[in-house]
């Protein structure tokens, strides 16, 4: 979309990060999409955690996989929110990966109702706490003529961890 492109175009990653604009079709796809392999074919560099930003013009797709019955793709979504690695067996092998994984991605909905059919169950109610949301009104206009900044002025910002200090308890 326009607002995805837009996204991409006035942010500018580091040059270490992983921009990946794929769909994963299991978490299987997933692990191989972070750049994760066969247990018996990693090496000690694979077990570095590399950044990842997977990118979705429409995140109704993944939310598809994900609600199918006994899908673990919302499990690896939800673990690698807090952790690096993530592995799962099955009667293709076993497969790892080492990411840290960021998602972009978009999701319309005609209201609130459609929002909970699609963000629901398949989510495992873990995706949603994990999940920063941008709602736009009904009565919003976009400009279509807003360009983003060239290189030199792109906004560079690095995440920073939030403390709170236990005397505010």
């Not at 750049?35 to 990842?52: I, R």
């Not at 206009?141 to 060239?150: F, I, L």
Request: contains cysteine; glycine residues 8%; aromatic residues 10%.
């Amino acid at each position: 979309s326009l607002l995805t492109d837009r996204i991409l175009k006035s942010w500018a990653p580091s040059s270490k990060e992983q921009v990946v604009s794929k769909y994963p079709g299991s978490e299987i796809g997933l692990i191989q999409i972070l750049g994760g392999k066969k247990a018996k074919d990693m090496g000690p560099e694979d077990y570095t955690p590399k950044p990842y930003l997977l990118v979705q013009d429409e995140m109704r797709v993944t939310f598809g996989k994900m609600n199918i019955l006994g899908s673990a793709l919302p499990n690896i979504l939800n673990q690698l929110f807090y952790q690096d690695t993530y592995g799962t067996a099955s009667k293709m092998g076993n497969y790892e990966c080492c990411a840290k994984l960021s998602v972009l991605g978009g999701l319309t909905c005609d209201g609130p109702d459609e929002f909970a059919e699609i963000y629901g169950m398949a989510t495992t109610t873990g995706t949603y706490d994990r999940t920063i949301f941008g709602v736009l009104p009904r009565t919003w206009e976009y400009n279509h003529e807003w360009q983003a900044p060239d290189d030199a002025n792109a906004i560079r910002r690095r995440p920073k961890t939030c403390a709170i200090p236990s005397e505010i308890f």
